[in-house]
C-alpha cells in the first residue's frame, strides 16, 4: 500500500512511519539530510545500509552492496 508517487513528509512532526523507522529504528539512523537518501533492505526486510543523496544507484558502491545480498 505503499504509494511511490505521494509526497509524504520525511521528518518532523508528521514524518512518515516508513521514515519514522528507518531514520530512528533501523540501526541506520539520524534525519534525512536532502532528497534521495537510499535504504538497501533485504529478502527478509531488514534495512542492511544507508548512502547519502550523492550515492550513485547503478554506482559501484551500492551494486557491491547488492551484489552482497544476492550472494548470501
Known sequence: TFDLYSKISVKGP???SLYKYLTTESGFNGDIPWNFSKFLVDKDGMVVARFGPDANPAGKEIGAEIE???SR
Open 68 to 70: 552482497a545480498l544476492l
Open 14 to 16: 508528521a514524518i512518515h
